[in-house]
């Protein structure tokens, strides 16, 4: 049992020796607590009350329900857990760790997808890019066949996340992941940049490119809309003390959601199934596509901090 209750541990020993039970081997650990966390069950109640969190199981929170909504693994949770040991030293742990532990379960067999941030998308012209819009299956992980195949659909016309195209320079060759590379003929517009032109060179080393970006086909298939939601910690200080009133360090910007287009594959995703936007990160399904509304995709840690 946790170390707060070893102060009863004579008394506990009196009821054995006087009532003459068996004897029994006491284990004390300590808590497990977290950096810009609480684990208080009347402050935590207090943030779902409020409405600080959407519920118990809100990705934000620490309980078993919130961190399995957040993207963790039965297996990696039990692994980190043995591996931590009955220590009896009352430690404040980072969560990078933690997520770390499950990141090694989860990017073997995470299928691989693409998704470009809705706002400021970034149409893209191929001068000589095909003249009519194909698909080809793909491995859905480059590194494990056994994960399966997915469509994707190549034509002339593009879009690119705005945050990848600001960076390019007119004449600069660059690397379309999965594709082949491609020399920046113009660049139209500037906060934001409206579109672009590219010439494919199909021939281009893309271990030479600086730049290696994501891209979805305009045309071809169809773009799926998602949610895309990232979580930060609840709390703003790393170790909240006595004196602390806990109610000030809460913090207000702990979950932002993006609109982005992903890949049609991604339809066909079930609650639950774990993949990685490419480039972007690890995600958990918390709602599948349906008719008429986005797919909701949970941030998953991965232990890095950015």
């Known amino acids: 049992r946790t170390t707060e209750y070893t102060d009863r541990n004579p008394q506990y020993q009196w009821f054995l ?14 808590r497990m607590n977290f950096i810009r966390t609480v684990l208080s069950k009347r402050k935590l109640t207090k943030l779902v009350d409020s409405g600080t969190v959407w519920g118990w199981d809100d990705p934000r929170m620490p309980t078993i329900r919130g961190v399995r909504r957040h993207g963790m693994t039965i297996s990696a949770l ?4 043995l591996k931590q040991g009955p220590s009896r030293n009352i430690v404040v742990m980072d969560w990078t760790n ?5 990141k090694k379960e989860i990017d073997p067999v995470a299928p691989r997808h693409t998704g470009v941030a809705e706002k400021d998308a970034v149409k893209a012209v191929i001068t000589n890019g095909p003249e009519k ?22 034509s002339k016309h593009l879009i690119l996340d705005q945050e990848d195209v600001k960076l390019f320079k007119e004449g600069e060759e660059i690397t379309l992941m999965g594709w082949g590379n491609a020399f920046v003929r113009k660049i139209n517009g500037s906060s934001p940049i409206t579109d672009i032109e590219l010439e494919l060179h199909l021939e281009g080393d893309f271990k030479k490119t600086e730049k290696k970006v994501t891209w979805l086909s305009a045309d071809g298939h169809e773009l799926i809309p998602a949610e895309v939601w990232e979580f930060d910690h609840l709390f703003t200080k790393d170790k909240l ?16 959601m993006v609109p982005q287009l992903c890949d ?4 066909d995703l079930k609650e639950d199934d774990i993949i990685q936007l490419e480039r972007k990160g690890f995600y958990r399904v918390d709602k599948p596509a349906a008719a008429g509304k986005p797919v909701v995709l949970f941030g998953i840690p991965t232990g890095k901090t950015k």
């Open 17 to 30: 020796d006087t009532l003459k039970l068996r004897q029994v081997h006491m284990w004390d650990f300590a």
């Open 78 to 81: 039990r692994d980190f857990i």
């Open 98 to 102: 933690f997520w770390a532990s499950n």
């Open 133 to 154: 819009a194909y698909t080809e299956d793909k491995p859905k992980h480059a590194k494990n066949p056994a994960v399966g195949t997915k469509k994707v659909a190549f």
């Open 241 to 256: 003390e006595e004196e602390d009133n806990w109610e000030d360090f809460v913090n207000k910007d702990s979950a932002t």
């Open 264 to 267: 049609e594959n991604v339809k």
